[in-house]
Every structure is written in structure tokens, then in C-alpha cells.
């Protein structure tokens, strides 16, 4: 099993023009930032995320930590966060991590006012780099709405090939599958 206790706790910064934005896994010091981006996003997120990963109150918030934190400490998969100024920006994962095949998952959202920065391809280049030189996976996959034109050029941007459309995939829809591998 792939120990994910051993990872970093915060990936190479993201350099903007607004100062470097923080990669950190997510952590209790990390709950009202995560609450209020939340709220911000929940109605672009819930649809494909649904709201266990995208909370709107502190509660909610708190547990979802605590849920990122259990996955992490049973080898299911790692969350990070994108912080700037203390506020939360986003979330990328790498989950459902099939510890025989070493394949995962590599999923994102960022809130309505962090998208069109550049910071999706951002978080999936460093989660990518991470799942492939620190995890010595051999796959990512990515399921993308095909309606979703942004994150089909994320995904692409970051060396995905598409290799078809799954059918009632994420929660009863079509999702296109893309696939990383480390030799993208």
C-alpha cells in the first residue's frame, strides 16, 4: 500500500501575478476558509462533486475535513487546497487510489472567482507530479462533463487522452474518461 502519511504537506507554490498561491493538504486550520469557498461554488460543484467535498457551514466543513483526513490515514486518497491571503481558492484530489494497479482518480474544483486564472492546470500539474514521482502511480483518470468546456482543456492541457464516453458514470450522468499516465 502506498503510505500517504509520508507525503508533503504543502506542494510548490503557484507563482501569480496577485503572489504565490499555497498548495496545502487540507487540515482543521483550513475549516471556515473551506466553508466560505463553499458557499461561493456549491452550485457549480455539487452537480459533479455532490456536497460532501464542497461544504457551507462550519459543521459541514469540519467534517469534511475529517472525512479527507480518514481517507488519507486509510490509503483511499489526499486532498490539497489552493490558498491565497488565507482564503480558499479551490481543491484538488487524488482518490480512489487502487493500491495494486496504482491508479487513482485526479479531480478539481475551484470557486467562481479563481477559474479562468490558470489555476486548474496548476493544481492537476502539481497533483500530477506528486501521484507520478512521489506515488509511483502508473495512471490518473479524470471524468469530465462533456458539456464542461473548460475543464475538457484542463484535462487536456495536463496530458490527458480521452478514451471514451462512460455512461451514467457520476451520479447517474455521462462523464468523458480521460486517462494521465506517467508517461504523458
Excluded at 75 to 90: A, P
Aim: contains cysteine; aromatic residues 6%; charged residues 20%.
Amino acid at each position: 500500500m502506498i503510505d500517504l502519511s509520508i507525503l508533503p504537506s504543502r506542494l510548490p507554490p503557484i507563482h501569480t501575478e496577485q503572489g504565490p498561491i499555497s498548495i496545502q493538504r487540507i487540515a482543521e486550520k483550513h475549516c471556515y476558509a473551506l466553508c466560505e469557498a463553499g458557499q461561493q461554488s456549491i452550485h457549480h460543484v455539487k452537480p459533479w462533486f455532490g456536497s460532501s467535498v464542497c461544504p457551507v457551514t462550519p459543521a459541514l466543513s469540519k467534517q469534511c475535513i475529517a472525512d479527507m483526513e480518514k481517507a488519507r490515514e486509510t490509503g483511499y486518497g489526499l486532498t490539497y487546497l489552493l490558498i491565497h491571503d488565507e482564503k480558499c481558492l479551490g481543491m484538488g484530489i487524488i482518490n480512489h487510489i487502487h493500491h495494486t494497479h496504482l491508479t487513482a482518480n485526479l479531480g478539481y474544483w475551484l470557486r467562481p472567482d479563481a477559474c479562468g486564472k490558470g489555476l486548474a492546470s496548476a493544481i492537476c500539474e502539481a497533483l500530477k507530479k506528486l501521484a507520478f514521482t512521489q506515488m509511483n502511480l502508473n495512471r490518473l483518470e479524470c471524468f469530465v462533463e462533456p458539456n464542461n468546456k473548460a475543464s475538457l482543456r484542463v484535462v487536456e492541457r495536463i496530458g490527458g487522452i480521452k478514451e471514451g464516453l462512460c455512461r451514467k458514470r457520476v451520479f447517474g450522468r455521462d462523464a468523458l474518461l480521460y486517462a494521465i499516465t506517467n508517461e504523458s
